[in-house]
């Protein structure tokens, strides 16, 4: 059932924000003290930060990278509403094993997130798009606000979670727990309210649906194989903004654990709280880009997709920049204000304002129908490359720090530095190139 072109959001999409906002609460619940957990020695692992990162970096990434297959099977098998539905059973199922403390549910509890996650991300993103025709021109400001909903639940899940997983009267286990409760409280929410608010919506497999204008096997047509390339071009680029914005979790969690002073306006915070800053600000700024692109297209001067791409890049270049200073005041062995770390996250929220929902609406209107879950899967399978290779670099932290990969400035501002350079690359390249990605999307993003 597709909604009409009107002002007015549908209803559904506040459903699926609802939905969406605790999966990301228990998702980024975990992640907020998942590394600080490995390398601890009073209840966690004990593990370097060498092995913590790894681990780190094949979870995150493996989570982007099954979406990839439960695309394909609910374009072709399930449908989106039934991928979702099993989807939230098996992730909520896997934080619950995460709260028995011992290793072997420890390792199953994340392998089912990471299954459960393949069934769920790429297919409500899917939902959301599925909700307007092709040309309804609230598709974008659906995606903002449904980002919206995505970081509401990542900023209440580092602060709830992490508390009772940093708690002396709790522990680590409490706050695996607590993501799980998350969880359950989204599926319960959606099947309770799908069949009022979302009618029809994700309940024939798109590769199953007949096409408007023509049977379900026709062949790709120009325009569709324009839209893939334009999806896998942008894709690529999307890979050296995740590798240094996925640093969040685990080099500058440590940075926030180890060289930050947290004792800040009168309260003592916990490292996992710093990773709240980023859903906060997007909660507060996510309206106020939503307003300027709708004010600048009014005047025909919004910026084409790869131009907010390449802006997102820039801007996370320059968080890194504000890193590096900090990481060289750390380095003579003082605390720094928190405010360093504070400034590094807003600025890189503006670049992901420019660059992921503006992505994802991206993916729905170019993905050929029938393929729709499927490209979205092929989307996420740009972050598994860059979660992996975020966990990969901030392994190397300490070598690096003690100049052993190379040394430019010294200490871990080398570190930082590396982000810095290469997204900055990466944002010129594209922006050089931001023209011929724009013929090739022909004013359909």
């Not at 549908?10 to 998702?27: D, I, K, N, Q, T």
């Not at 996992?272 to 859903?279: D, E, K, T």
């Not at 106020?288 to 692109?293: I, K, L, P, S, Y």
Request: hydrophobic letters at 50%; a positive charge.
């Amino acid at each position: 059932m597709l909604e009409k072109s009107t002002s007015k959001q549908p209803p559904g999409l506040f459903l699926l924000f609802g939905v969406e906002m605790w999966e990301r609460f228990s998702y980024y619940g975990m992640r907020a003290f998942l590394v600080l957990f490995l390398v601890s020695t009073a209840g966690g692992f004990g593990w370097s930060k060498q092995e913590a990162a790894n681990l780190y970096g094949w979870y995150t990434g493996l989570v982007y990278l099954t979406p990839l297959f439960g695309g394909y099977l609910a374009d072709r098998f399930l449908g989106t509403h039934r991928a979702l539905i099993i989807g939230g059973i098996v992730i909520a199922s896997g934080h619950f094993c995460l709260a028995v403390p011992a290793r072997p549910t420890f390792f199953l509890g994340l392998a089912l997130i990471i299954l459960g996650t393949g069934f769920f991300k790429s297919n409500i993103s899917t939902m959301v798009g599925q909700l307007y025709r092709p040309g309804d021109r609230r598709r974008d400001s659906a995606f903002t606000i449904f980002y919206m909903g995505i970081n509401t639940g990542a900023a209440l899940g580092p602060i709830i979670c992490g508390y009772l997983a940093k708690s002396e009267r709790f522990g680590w286990h409490w706050g695996f727990g607590a993501a799980g409760v998350g969880m359950v409280a989204g599926l319960v929410t959606y099947l309770v309210f799908k069949k009022r608010y979302l009618p029809g919506i994700g309940d024939v497999p798109a590769g199953r649906a007949p096409a408007r204008d023509g049977p379900a096997r026709q062949p790709l047509s120009s325009d569709d194989r324009r839209g893939i390339a334009t999806i896998a071009i942008l894709a690529f680029f999307n890979i050296f903004f995740w590798i240094a914005f996925e640093q969040a979790g685990s080099s500058m969690n440590f940075f926030a654990e180890e060289r930050t002073g947290r004792h800040f306006l009168g309260i003592d915070f916990l490292a996992p709280y710093f990773q709240s800053v980023n859903p906060v600000a997007i909660i507060v700024l996510a309206p106020v880009f939503a307003w300027m692109w709708g004010r600048l297209a009014a005047r025909g001067r919004e910026p084409s997709t790869p131009v907010k791409f390449a802006t997102g890049l820039f801007l996370v270049s320059a968080g890194f920049a504000i890193m590096v200073v900090a990481a060289r005041l750390s380095d003579a062995g003082v605390r720094v204000s928190p405010l360093w770390l504070i400034a590094t996250y807003v600025l890189q929220t503006c670049g992901e304002l420019c660059l992921s929902p503006v992505g994802l609406s991206m993916v729905t209107k170019l993905a050929p129908a029938r393929f729709a879950s499927l490209m979205m899967g092929i989307w996420f399978l740009a972050f598994f490359v860059s979660d992996r290779c975020a966990g990969i670099l901030a392994g190397q932290v300490e070598k690096v720090e003690r100049g052993e990969v190379f040394r430019i400035l010294g200490g871990q501002a080398d570190f930082f530095l590396m982000f810095v350079v290469v997204t900055l690359i990466a944002g010129a390249a594209l922006f050089a190139l931001s023209g011929t990605v724009k013929r090739l999307m022909r004013g359909r993003a």
